[in-house]
């Protein structure tokens, strides 16, 4: 059997994750909701499946995966979080480890998240650590999570002291992005995912960023470059993932925007009315290119020209956007303090020498971080 549902106006793309002993295959394309029952079939034959989703994803789309896996004569149960940043936590993870249990699925039966990154990062961290580590599917429901989250294995939770600070590597064997569930997406949602769409062009590929500029438009709009774009985002992640499984080095780069955006999303505690991951990256990688000219190591001009593609679609890039009360510098300054990069309590963060040019800085100076924010927050 093939991966083309017979519905499907074009086959889905397909990226290689090609990690020794662990390679994976990441489906990309419109109509994979209805075709997961005969993929998943001939894919994973014999496992049972226990479904994470959270209750938006469950009220818009999970009549229709439910079908195609009954068709397929899949075997599963279904386990609902509440929807949002919030839902990373211990007391869902026990919910969700505790449902998985009640349905006796055994090791070689499999977890499917299917959600955005916040179901994804969390059904992934049951999936590692119940009975030792069970099968993983990933059905990545949003924008952010169809490029970034559902790639290259990190799972995990927050705790108040920060983000993601519990959790472990844990690789799906399949990921299936339906790019047609993104229509029911909220553009504030869409733009948020778009930000780490930005992310890897302002990594290491100047043409791509270059190539976003001139096809923001019809990416929103959602033409053919959707697809484009989030295949060309998960090429570049699985290279990144695969020289650097475990962020022993140069996966790092992946943090580019996020030693800034998670302390700012602890500073919120993780309130999606204020802010969401993808916004929080958004301010993050502007603060990193303003960081970086400020040193002196890149053109000013680009800093500018990111800010102004990201304003462009819609995405916050300054403190002074995150509604409610203003964020105080120690409390970033303690966020920072907790980020997974320190070393001997020495601060790491991604900087750039201009668009795709990013690098990693160990022993940044923590007094010029604090100068830094003392003036982003007055300006
Ligand atoms: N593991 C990784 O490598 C990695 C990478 C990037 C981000 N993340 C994590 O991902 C999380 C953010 O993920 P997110 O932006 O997907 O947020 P999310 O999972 O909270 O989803 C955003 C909102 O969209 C809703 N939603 C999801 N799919 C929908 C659809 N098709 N139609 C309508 N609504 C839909 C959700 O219910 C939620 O309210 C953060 O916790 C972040 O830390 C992890
Ligand atoms: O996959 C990675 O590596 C990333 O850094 C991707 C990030 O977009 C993502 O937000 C990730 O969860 C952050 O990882 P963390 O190790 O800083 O928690
Ligand atoms: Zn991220």
Redesign the pocket.
């Known amino acids: 059997m093939s991966d083309i549902d017979p519905g499907q106006a074009r086959p889905p793309r397909r990226v290689r994750v090609d990690l020794p002993g662990r390679a994976y295959d990441i489906l990309i394309g419109a109509g994979l909701v209805d075709a997961a029952g005969s993929i998943l079939a001939e894919r994973l034959p014999d496992a049972r499946l226990a479904i994470v989703t959270?209750?938006?994803?469950a009220a818009?789309?999970l009549d229709r995966l439910t079908a195609s896996l009954d068709a397929a004569g899949i075997a599963h149960a279904v386990v609902t979080v509440p929807?949002?940043?919030t839902s990373?936590s211990f007391r869902q993870l026990e919910h969700v480890v505790d449902a998985i249990l009640a349905g006796r699925f055994e090791r070689g039966d499999a977890v499917l998240a299917f959600?955005?990154?916040?179901?994804?990062?969390l059904a992934?961290f049951a999936a590692a650590i119940v009975r030792r580590g069970m099968r993983f599917v990933q059905m990545?429901?949003?924008l952010?999570?169809q490029v970034?989250?559902s790639?290259?294995g990190?799972?995990?939770i927050?705790s108040p002291r920060g983000?993601?600070l519990v959790g472990a590597f844990h690789q799906p064997d399949l990921v299936l992005a339906d790019t047609s569930?993104?229509d029911?997406?909220?553009p504030r949602?869409f733009a948020?995912?778009y930000a780490?769409v930005v992310k890897y062009g302002l990594i290491d590929r100047p043409e791509f960023f270059d190539w976003l500029e001139w096809k923001r438009a019809p990416i929103f709009a959602g033409g053919p470059e959707r697809a484009e774009a989030i295949a060309a985002s998960c090429e570049a992640k699985a290279a990144v993932v695969i020289a650097d499984e475990r962020e022993a080095g140069e996966r790092a780069l992946?943090n580019l925007g996020h030693t800034f955006g998670h302390a700012i999303e602890a500073a919120v505690a993780f309130d999606?009315a204020r802010l969401?991951?993808?916004e929080a990256v958004s301010i993050g990688m502007a603060q990193a290119h303003r960081f970086s000219a400020r040193l002196g190591l890149c053109p000013g001009q680009d800093a500018t020209r990111v800010e102004a593609h990201l304003k462009a679609a819609g995405l916050p890039t300054r403190l002074s956007e995150v509604p409610g009360a203003a964020i105080a510098r120690e409390v970033l300054m303690a966020g920072i303090a907790q980020d997974k990069k320190v070393k001997r309590g020495r601060l790491t963060f991604i900087l750039t020498r201009g668009i795709g040019r990013s690098f990693i800085a160990a022993d940044v100076d923590a007094a010029q971080i604090d100068e830094f924010l003392a003036e982003e927050l007055a300006g």
Do not use: C, I, Q, W
């Open positions: 959270d209750e938006t994803v818009l789309h929807p949002g940043e990373k959600g955005g990154g916040v179901v994804g990062d992934g990545p429901t949003t952010l999570a970034d989250s790639v290259g990190k799972t995990g927050n983000k993601n569930v993104l029911t997406l909220v949602e948020a995912g780490e992946l999606p969401v991951h993808g």
